[in-house]
């Protein structure tokens, strides 16, 4: 039997389209990135300044978000503590009914994903429409977004244009340009009539109290422009201490994101209009959420919360690159979701998901903010087999392996044998059929590859006798 | 909720104690210094990156010809603009017939072009800075197909962190404060780049002496 991260993935791996798709996304992505953060003058150096900005903040998260709480009462913002999706939720619904608002708007945001926002509104009769290109397409597909920052890393052009066809009524079109015009006009719509925007947080400055967004499409700034009232919702991670540090994290976040020097529209927000204002949001609420964060300080993965959600770890994961992000099974995918995933919801239940990974480290390479996600990986693994029952078969196998492997004679002489079985039972270099006893879980969704005719002593011998 | 906030910072308050956060590199600086430059390196650097981003670029040697420029490009459109007391050079003495920030959405929504003056710039980048405030509606820069903005050579800084440190003041006083680089622009589809997707798809910026 699969479990339902194997079969997540078997699919994943089966899906001619997907690869498609994700080759098209992640290699010029990935490229992009690399180039963009060689090019910042210091690189080295603001990533090291970056990284400490956030391990500061980490180090006394408590006494920062009441800082910056303190600041956004100052500025006349309405602040919310949630410490779960259900309360979270709750906070939005009560701040809609109470002033009657019926029609959302949303900007891009992991948060609301996280909390499952959009259904808690929808079941309580309000209309939602996302309004970033590709959250509305995933909203159309009534899927989940799988890549950080690009929402249908999953899809083509053909998959949207028969999306758009299907749900919308347009003609059938892969001209990107044309399915980008086609969203425009409907969102346009949505924009005029709504009375509630609801968006994440990039950042939020602790100094000043300011709420930092940043869009490329300028649907952010819609959506924190016309409603007449603006929430936010933020994870209670996403601190930096000051202005200077938020313009670092802008130009790591930009290029680590999309190669670009800086996003398109980078919007502060300090408050809601002034009295005099003719636009603007009258009222601004700020709902900081924990879900699971304040679990992951504790303990050996504290670091993670220093992402800033940029997705260049996805485009360089092997993993990533072959399974895409909804095999990852939640919000967060890529090597960032391994370790988040586990964090927020349990690592009973995602025990798997730190094994989805080489240790290759092109993830620490391509990091922003330096997070050492390897050695996070491997504590999680540890924790997994120290806290977590294992089945009895493996603990035996493990026992037995280790004896023999601590008795060198026995060892060489079992791996002799392993290797005359294994090879009998390839076919064409790799062995696919089932291996009997012990092992037979562990082929049940691996591959492998037939052993080599001689072993590396062996060959060296050879080699020697005849040098 | 108060309730959710004291749970919360317990539970920060404890993890604190056990959170593994390796530290950083020992001579890390707590800050960098932010760039600075010449005026002519900052106009010469804006220009630069301005054409990169694929905006319009007019530099103009005296006040008439900014209101000259400004009055060819917005000839016969549709024109939503910033109370024209706010916008630099007289162009307020200029200007004849165009929406404000106190129409209707639905009126905003169906003008052409969006002209706005600029609270600052930024040379390395090439962005605009705009400082909400009265007068100065948001949507002027977001609504329309194609944003002007009118920039004072005087108001250009080198980099974004300069910006931030020498107009602190400035960003306190605003609700909102908006930093434009470049047209709108989407590449959510196989990474094609789509642009004037829900913002101007067209930025004109004109600068003056």
Redesign the interface.
Known sequence: MMSPFQERVRVALGDRNLHV?LD??TA??GGRQSMALSTL??SD??R??A??AK?EI?????GN??RFEGQLLANGAQV????DGR?ANR?ILEIAKRRGLKRVVKGKSMATEETHLNAALAKAGLEVVE????EY?VQLAESRPSHII???AH???ED?GRLMEQRIGVPYSDD??T??GY??EK??DA??RADLGITGANFGVVQ?G?ICLVT????G??V???PKVHVVVMG?EKLVP???????F??ILARSA?G???????????????P?????PEELHVV?L?NGR??I???????ILGCIRCGACLNVCPIYKNVGGHAYGDTYPGPIGAIVTPGLRGLRDWKELPGASTLCGACREVCPVRL?IPRMLLSLRKECVEQLPNPLGLRIGMKVYGMVASRPALYRRLAKLARWFLRALAEEGWVKKKVPGLAAGWMRVRDLKAPAAMTFQELWRARKGGG | ??E??A???A???????????????PD?????E??SRSPEECLERFQK?LAALGVETYLEASAADVRNRVMTLVAGRRLLSWDPELLPYQLASMLTSFI???NT??EQ?AAEIGLTGCDAAIA??G?LVLL????K???VS?LPATHIAVVRRGDLYF???EF??KS?ER??E???????????????????L?L?????GRVVVVIGP
Not at chain 2, 11 to 25: F, H, K, M, S, Y
Request: aromatic fraction near 2%; hydrophobic fraction near 35%.
């Open positions: 798709a098209r996304a010029q992505l003058e210091n150096l603001v090291d300044v990284r400490r391990m980490l180090r006394d998260l408590g978000l009441k919310h503590w949630a410490e309360q906070i309004t970033d290109l590709g397409i690009l929402p249908i899809m083509t052009r949207v990107p340009r399915l980008a969203a425009r969102l346009r924009f005029l000043t300011t490329n499409e300028g649907n700034r819609m924190t422009t016309l209670i000051t202005m200077a540090d938020l313009d670092l802008l130009k999309t670009q020097k800086l996003t398109a529209y980078t919007t502060l927000i300090r408050g809601p209009k002034k005099d204002e003719e636009s603007g900081l924990d304040s679990r300080l504790a303990g050996e993965t504290a670091e050492d | 909720m108060s959710a906030r749970a919360i910072l539970r920060l308050r404890e993890a604190q104690r056990t959170a593994r956060l390796p530290g950083e590199r890390t600086p707590r800050s960098l932010f760039a990156e404000l920030g106190r959405r639905e929504a390395e980048t962005s909400s405030g009265k007068g509606s948001r949507g977001l980099s974004m962190g931030f440190r602190a960003l306190a605003s609700a909102g404060c908006t930093i434009i680089t470049g047209p709108s622009r989407t590449a959510d589809i196989e990474l094609s789509t004037g997707v829900h913002g101007p």
